[in-house]
């Protein structure tokens, strides 16, 4: 079955931080780009940070320097290490694939995960 399984949410302290990880199952994992999205309440969905099939990096502006995203090809997860968390971050994150480079774009990811949620109380 073709999937991407989200976890590693959770309620943390600003300041604190969490690992989400995305677990992905039944296509050709190096070939695809892992994006982590974010919605927040009343909020529209948004990039937060996306990693390419070879392993290039790219973060939204507002979490550059706290978050760091990060592959594993033997076990087929993208890692997403979020640190100095605060109130503005909370929001459902999702992970997403696609096989092209619009990163940012989500409508060109293929496939979506179930979203976990964070929560960063003040």
């Known amino acids: 079955e073709v999937q991407l399984q989200a976890s590693g949410g959770g309620l943390v302290q600003a300041g604190g931080s969490l690992r989400l990880s995305c677990a992905a199952s039944?296509?050709?994992?190096?070939?695809?780009?892992i994006g982590w999205f974010r919605r927040a309440p009343g909020k529209e969905r948004e990039g937060v940070s996306c990693?390419?099939?070879?392993?290039?990096?790219y973060y939204a502006d507002s979490v550059g320097g706290r978050f760091t995203i990060s592959r594993d090809y033997t076990e087929n997860t993208v890692d997403l290490q979020m640190n100095s968390l605060n109130p503005a971050d909370t929001a459902v994150y999702y992970c997403?694939?696609?096989?092209?480079?619009?990163?940012?774009?989500?409508?060109?990811?293929?496939?979506w995960g179930q979203g976990t949620l964070v929560t960063v109380s003040s």
């Open positions: 990693i390419s099939g070879i392993g290039d990096t």
């Open positions: 039944g296509f050709t994992f190096d070939d695809y780009s």
């Open positions: 997403a694939a696609q096989r092209g480079t619009d990163y940012w774009e989500g409508f060109r990811y293929d496939l």
